[in-house]
Structures are given as structure tokens and as C-alpha cells.
């Protein structure tokens, strides 16, 4: 007899998501991982579905997993989720209870620097731009620093925290664009480090699209909100 019934059962697993999204890029990487099967359906942020507002009423946002019915939103909880789930391979979080919260730490400064920052370089202007341009340097200097000369975040392998940083890299040219940084030439170790990863991690090459995409995808984006071009 299985020792849990109920994953002998043939599992429908769903994913809400916008393509662009890097946080749904988190959670793709992390299904990867586990060689967890999904079916993908893509999202309009302008036109949320209504499958998507009935699994996450309360945030109406994107990423949702549908596990066998039941909603599980927001990406860091949703991981989590995945790698509870399915424990028995590729784990994503550190062993140790200290490492972990350490992981869990720059997670959450990863979103609330790099993404809420970031997004502010392509729609502000003036001082407000300046000094979030100044803010987005110093947060990528505290990550360089914390990676040091490590291969991964985590030491030797591959894991949360880089699944959380990554899907960043194919936003740095569009950040580059409208930061004017030169992520390429300032931050040598996490340009290494980003590489190391599309070349080891088929669960990154396969998952993130091209720079000049989403480049695009923001400039579309301004268009849209009359930001510019």
C-alpha cells in the first residue's frame, strides 16, 4: 500500500500565470525542479480570468497553482508548497533551520528591493527615479555581497534563493535600459553567477524568456499606462 494514498492518484495540477511575470517564473523553475507535470494557462493582467478571480479572490493576482481544485497563491508560498509536497526530490529549501530562515530572509529582500524598486525604474520620473536608481544599485551590491564567491547562493547547489533571484535576470536589460546601470559591467559576480545557472539549470533555460522579450513587454507596458513610447 502507497504511503500516501492520495498521491497515487492521478494529480491535476494547474498554473495561473503572465508569461512576463517573475514570480511566476519562480514557480515554473521550482515545478521543473520536481519534474512536476502542470497544465500552463496564460493571463492578461488587463483582463484577469475568471478562473483566476474566483482561486485568488482576495488578491486577484498571478501566479495561482491549482492543486487537485484547491488554490494555493502567492509564489514564495506557493514553493514552499511545492517543495512540501513533493519532498522527494531536487529539495529547495536548506536542511538547517538557521539556513533556511537565512534563505527565507533574502527571498523577501529580493522582493521587496529588487522587484518594487526595479518596477519604479521604468515608471518614474525625475528625483523619484533618481533615487530609486540609487536604492536598486545598493540592493544589487547587498546580493553580489551576499553571494560572495560561491557558486550558488546556497553554497554548491542550486535553491531557493537562487530560484527567487533568477527569474530577475531576464529583467536586467530592460533595467539597464531605463536605470541607465550597466548590470553587465558593475555586478561581474552575479552576471557569472546568472550563467552558471542557464548552463547547469535546464529548469532555468527552458523556463526564462529572452531579455529583448520582456524588454518589449515593458515597453508595451508604458504605452499602455502612458509612460512613454
Known sequence: ?????????????????????????????????????????????????????????????????????????????????????????APLFPSDTYDKAHARFWADFIDKKIYQIGRKLYTRKGEEHEAARKEFIDSLKLIEGELGDKPYFGGESFSYVDLCLIPFHSWFHSYETYGKLNIQQDFPKLIAWGKRCFQNKESVSNTLPDSLKILAFVQNFRKIFGLGE
Open 1 to 89: 500500500m502507497p504511503k500516501n494514498p492520495t498521491m497515487a492518484k492521478k494529480e491535476e495540477v494547474i498554473l495561473l500565470n503572465l508569461w512576463a511575470s517573475m514570480y511566476g517564473m519562480k514557480v515554473m523553475i521550482a515545478l521543473a525542479e520536481k519534474g512536476v507535470s502542470y497544465e500552463y494557462r496564460e493571463e492578461d493582467f488587463r483582463n484577469k480570468s475568471e478562473l483566476l478571480l474566483k482561486m485568488n479572490p482576495v488578491h486577484k493576482k498571478f501566479p495561482v497553482l491549482i492543486h487537485n481544485g484547491k488554490p494555493i497563491c502567492e509564489s514564495n508560498i506557493i514553493v514552499e508548497y511545492i517543495d512540501e509536497v513533493w519532498k522527494d526530490k
